[in-house]
């Protein structure tokens, strides 16, 4: 299921395999949805919004399971899960993070605040729930989720604005920059695990990784997304288009076979980013087999195998 926020504060849930809206559901009472994240094991669907709104509603009627409060009169951002969903991150935006621990989707306890420094605009969560990763106005800082003990500061990250994740095996802390570049950094030694990825124009937003850990998309403010190997960091192809200098963010399905570009235009994009329909599609634009160097172009870091049906009249 994909989760829609609206600009009148409801939440359109989307079948994505066949883009059909299944319903639409209260979200934020007053003003636009700012962050959405469904909780992992639950079915709840957390939701955010402007003036401090954050709850944990059923994303089948839309009812309010949970208000949570903590977050003052700032907008609140998405927040972000442990993969057995026993822990949620939350961010109001320039102002507070909180760490709360979940049984069976609901809070238990008060949440921790973290003691951060001004200017934090987005923080993630890793997948086991142990560190947190803030970025705002003096890079990524690393914190333990337990002691809120302040663990290191990225080198290199100090353009990083609005964008840091975790990768899905916990492997990797993804930054982007303001300069439009992204880079990995290792969760373990928090050393660079890569080199710079380059060619955004303009603030880079969001990511997302494929669910076999192979392909890291990334969105930027000029309105693209761009498509890397993490076995090569070269990049696949070129960028996908969406709304020309607006913020785009991608979004893997979790089988792997689509990728979201949502955008807040107006528009939403789905891209089909499985093999074989990238090899059909080369292959129909080439109207033939391709060459080992169109295949390298097309395919990088794939094995030549060019399985197109050579057309009649044409070179083998």
């Known amino acids: ?71 003052g009169d ?58 947190v990763a803030l970025t705002g106005s003096s890079g990524i800082v690393i914190a333990d989720a337990v002691t809120m003990r302040r663990r290191a500061t990225l080198r290199g990250s100090e353009t990083v604005r609005r964008l840091v994740r975790f990768t899905a095996d916990g492997r990797f802390i993804v930054g982007g920059s303001a300069k439009g570049w992204t880079r990995l950094w290792s969760a373990r030694t928090y050393q660079p695990a890569s080199p710079v990825l380059g060619g955004h124009s303009a603030d880079v937003v969001a990511a997302s990784t494929s669910p076999d850990g192979r392909v890291l998309a990334t969105g930027s403010a000029d309105g693209t997304v761009r498509l890397y190997d993490l076995r090569t960091y070269r990049m696949i192809g070129a960028p996908l288009p969406a709304v ?50 169109e295949w390298r172009e097309a395919l990088p870091g794939r094995e030549y195998r060019p399985a197109c049906a050579a057309r009649a009249g044409s070179a083998p």
Not at 13 to 21: E, F, H, I, M
Not at 256 to 276: N, S
């Open 74 to 131: 700032r907008q609140v951002l998405a927040p972000s899960f442990s993969t057995d969903g026993r822990r949620m991150l939350t961010v109001s935006l320039f102002d507070t993070v909180q760490l709360w621990t979940l049984r069976a989707g609901r809070p238990v306890g008060a949440p921790r605040r973290f003691p951060t420094p001004p200017g934090v605009v987005a923080a993630a969560l890793s997948p086991d729930g142990r560190t």
């Open 244 to 293: 020309a200098n607006r913020a785009v963010f991608p979004d893997f399905t979790s089988d792997g076979a689509y990728l979201f570009a949502l955008t807040g235009a107006g528009r939403q994009y789905r891209w089909d980013v499985r093999l074989p329909t990238w090899v059909r599609q080369a292959c129909a634009i080439a109207g033939r087999r391709l060459t080992p160097a």
């Open 1 to 71: 299921m994909l989760a829609l926020g609206r600009r009148d504060g409801t939440v359109e849930l989307v079948d994505p395999k066949t883009l059909r809206t299944l319903r639409r559901v209260p979200g934020v009472p007053h003003g636009a949805v700012s962050g959405l994240a469904f909780a992992p094991g639950s079915g709840l669907l957390a939701v955010a919004g402007g003036k401090g709104y954050l709850a944990l509603i059923d994303h089948r009627d839309g009812s309010v399971v949970r208000p949570l409060a903590g977050h």
